[in-house]
């Protein structure tokens, strides 16, 4: 797994965050890790407010899942098809799981079409085992959340996963990394945290989700909280609310400054 160091620094880079933030009065950041990313460079902490990203919750809804099966570990990604998102381990964890005697049904949704990476990583599964949806629009995204067991992404780095807010909001747990972003939003009632570069790990915490999905009891119990974090942490209400509040902090810290000029 990366280390806390080594996630920072390619935050970073990847994300290109300057010194010259510093110069701001104010900088909203998405999580948490980002805020010390910035830091790192030299921004002041106390400049910083985490936000966090947005999910409409009216359009992703929990809705009952027809297509159930306790035999079947129903799973989808979402994103850009590149190594970072880690569809390769995902699909090498489900490959395990079918060696143990679980069918598998991996849906994929992003991309402008099937690239080598992405017919490379899921070249351990039978193409009976997978669907590949293309590029899905934001209006027809909310079906394919409904129609799997689980959303998995233990990405290698991220600044934000908004897929994992939106899978929350519809009422699906989550297989994400035991790394910030994901620890920021993915708790222990709402999906696994797995160490993104074990496949077995990852199949792991796929093996222990579906099985507690298994319960229906336990099933409707987290599809419940998952909503509620939704709605409660990230929906556009909630954020929308934050934001205000950071302009506002910032708007009356700009009229204290001028009211002191000579």
Request: charged residues 25%; contains cysteine; glycine residues 6%.
């Amino acid at each position: 797994m990366m280390t806390h160091e080594k996630l920072l620094e390619t935050l970073i880079e990847v994300d290109r965050i300057d010194a010259r933030l510093g110069e701001a009065d104010h900088v909203i950041a998405m999580s948490q890790v980002l805020k010390e990313a910035c830091v790192r460079v030299g921004v002041r902490p106390e400049s910083i407010a985490v936000l966090g990203n947005r999910v409409s919750t009216s359009r992703f809804r929990a809705v009952p899942q027809a297509n159930y099966d306790p035999r079947i570990i129903r799973a989808l990604f979402v994103g850009r098809l590149q190594r970072q998102k880690n569809v390769h381990g995902v699909a090498g964890a489900l490959a395990s799981l079918k060696a143990e005697g679980w069918r598998v049904d991996f849906h994929i949704c992003g991309g402008l079409g099937m690239n080598r990476y992405l017919e490379e990583a899921l070249s351990v599964l039978d193409p009976a085992d997978w669907r590949y949806w293309g590029p899905v629009c934001n209006r027809e995204l909310p079906a394919r959340y409904q129609s799997v067991d689980m959303y998995a992404g233990p990405s290698f780095f991220e600044g934000f996963q908004i897929p994992l807010i939106e899978a929350l909001a519809c009422g699906k747990p989550c297989v994400a990394s035991n790394q910030p972003p994901a620890t920021e939003i993915i708790g222990p009632g709402t999906g696994e945290l797995v160490d993104p570069e074990d496949p077995e790990d990852i199949a792991r915490g796929i093996r222990r989700l579906k099985e507690r999905l298994n319960d229906p009891q336990t099933r409707e119990a987290v599809a419940e909280a998952c909503r509620r974090q939704a709605v409660e942490r990230w929906s556009y209400r909630t954020v929308s609310a934050r934001e205000v509040d950071v302009y506002l902090e910032v708007l009356a810290a700009f009229r204290a400054k001028e009211a002191r000029k000579p």
